[in-house]
């Protein structure tokens, strides 16, 4: 029997894992002598001492919590490892699996839909076997605009699929095609080509133009909030209102948008994926965990493999009342709306039902089955839970990014997400799914450090920087010295552990592509964000704790 051979293989950078190993072993012994430090002055006698207790022991507290969440994020330097992949190693297509595509968007309005779209006809245009791909919009507002401008992306994507196809593109999204002024790969000779690229760029500003004007048209109806929050579920193959047969065969097309009701909790992104049912270091001890989007996942890792012989009814209840949901589980999973070119309208109206807000009533449903309902940082619970299955993943980071995305661009917004991620990753913590006493029992220790470094960085940060925030000042004003002076040898501690932190960070934004200026706001930001957003993210998740309990 011939042999597979692997499709991807890893590489351990030794160097890095001497540095960070080396500098965690001295700026922890520097750390021990500042603890030393700290408590010799809880064991001195009362008479040789003129300063409070109370505020040495706050500075002493917030000390102990920043070293803590420092010796967290220690397990991602433990052992980084970076991935090379052999996609010439890859089996015929027939071999392949199905892969579904999910688009997550939610606000037509906030989220620019001209990219979303962009998004969209770049997953169509993947480099996979047509009748093998699958692309589905989730649409968690329900609104009529992301439906149009799907539509659109589909018309256009006729066009540019085969194109993509007939020049061997590498760059699958038309705006960075257009846009870019580096050459792509492929065949460029000729006029006939020069041709092509004209109209396609012109059927491309045309799309770009009808996209806005849908948003702008949608922006000024007034039903959008309405909408988004009552509405009910929309499942609408778009391939099929094609009326001519198209030269090359493009993937499936697929629009849904779940019911929602004000009276039924819609859990988030998480709820909108069960319908449709970063990061070098994290790889090295186990793989990383699922991190919002651009990832691939087994479909057997979200809802199990079962067999023939199992009992329907146990299936039902775990997974709903749907016998045909039920029957992809226990057979080849072969997705599809499509027979003999016509859309199958009984399988559509079924496939709504599992829309509904109903469906998972009573079922396993965000609690053993699908993306987790627990917190709101769905991905990373579910990906803690993959992994204490047994489950491991992979990080791929390659030079040419797969898909290009957008991210929030004021503080205001960055402040809004991170409060809520904070919420999260928070209620994860204190909860019994806490990974210091979820983990250890079902994953390597410096893997569910991992966990607990994301799980505690909230709360961690925000209260040593509080602390550092107030105490030293107060102190300062009443003069009362909580540090050595300059002189004394204790200072040395001090110093040592400063210079250590600031010059190994420095080091890594180096040594990974950025710059002197990047290092400097990362510091910034890092600090505004522990003082704000991680703050009300930890309060918001404890007082949701206490109306809950």
Request: charged content about 20%.
């Amino acid at each position: 029997m011939e042999k597979s051979v692997p499709l991807h293989v890893y590489h351990v950078n030794k160097t890095s894992i001497i540095i960070n190993r080396a500098h965690a072993f001295l700026h922890s012994i520097a750390l021990l002598f500042l603890i030393h430090y700290r408590l010799s002055f809880f064991f001195q006698h009362p008479k040789n001492t003129t300063i409070p207790t109370l505020p040495w022991l706050l500075i002493f507290v917030s000390e102990l919590l920043l070293s803590l969440a420092w010796l967290f994020t220690q397990s991602y330097r433990w052992r980084p490892v970076t991935r090379t992949v052999f996609p010439e190693r890859l089996p015929a297509d027939d071999k392949l699996p199905a892969i579904d595509v999910f688009i997550c968007t939610a606000d037509p309005n906030k989220e620019p839909s001209v990219e979303v779209m962009n998004t969209v006809i770049s997953a169509m245009a993947l480099d996979y076997p047509p009748e093998k791909l699958h692309v589905y919009v989730s649409d968690d507002a329900g609104s009529d605009a992301t439906l149009r401008c799907t539509k659109e992306a589909w018309n256009f994507a006729r066009y540019w699929v085969p194109f993509c196809r007939k020049y061997d593109l590498v760059t699958a999204c038309p705006d960075v095609y257009f846009s870019s002024s580096e050459v792509d790969s492929g065949n460029f000779e000729g006029s006939e080509f020069k041709a092509a690229r004209t109209k396609m760029e012109e059927k491309y500003e045309v799309l770009k133009q009808e996209i806005r004007r849908i948003v702008q048209q949608h922006s000024t109806t007034g039903d959008a909030l309405h909408s988004a929050r009552n509405h009910p579920s929309t499942l609408e193959v778009i391939n099929e209102h094609s009326k001519e047969e198209d030269e090359v065969k493009i993937p499936l097309l697929v629009y849904v948008s779940r019911e929602k009701r004000p009276s039924h909790h819609h859990n988030f992104k998480a709820g909108a994926l069960n319908v449709l049912i970063l990061w070098h270091a994290f790889d090295g001890v186990g793989g990383p965990t699922i991190s919002g989007s651009n990832l691939y996942i087994k479909r057997e890792a979200l809802l199990g493999s079962f067999s023939k012989q199992q009992e329907l009814m146990a299936l039902k209840r775990s997974f709903g009342p749907s016998n045909d949901f039920i029957k992809t589980l226990v057979e080849e999973y072969k997705p599809g709306f499509i027979n003999d070119g016509e859309s199958s309208r009984m399988l559509l109206e079924k496939a709504n039902v599992l829309a509904s807000c109903s469906y998972e009533h009573q079922t396993s449903w965000g609690s053993t089955v699908g993306f987790l309902y627990f917190c709101v940082v769905e991905d990373y619970f579910t990906g803690f839970s993959l992994h204490r299955k047994g489950w491991k993943s992979v990080y791929l980071y390659p030079k040419k990014p797969q898909f290009l995305g957008t991210a929030t661009t004021n503080f205001n917004e960055v402040s809004i997400q991170w409060t809520r991620w904070a919420s999260g990753l928070t209620s994860v913590a204190i909860s019994k799914f806490c990974p210091l006493i979820y983990g250890p029992l079902k994953m390597s220790w410096v893997q569910f450090m991992c966990y607990s470094e994301l799980a505690f960085m909230p709360l961690l940060n925000c209260l040593s920087l509080w602390g550092f925030a107030f105490i030293p000042q107060l102190c300062l004003f009443n003069d009362i010295p909580l540090y050595p002076k300059v002189w004394d040898s204790s200072f040395n501690i001090f110093f040592i552990i400063f210079v250590s932190a600031i010059l190994k960070s420095l080091y890594e934004v180096v040594t990974t592509g950025g710059q002197v200026r990047t290092w400097r706001n990362d510091w910034r930001i890092w600090m505004m964000r522990s003082i704000t957003s991680y703050f009300y993210g930890s309060l918001d998740c404890y007082n949701y704790n206490q109306l809950t309990s």
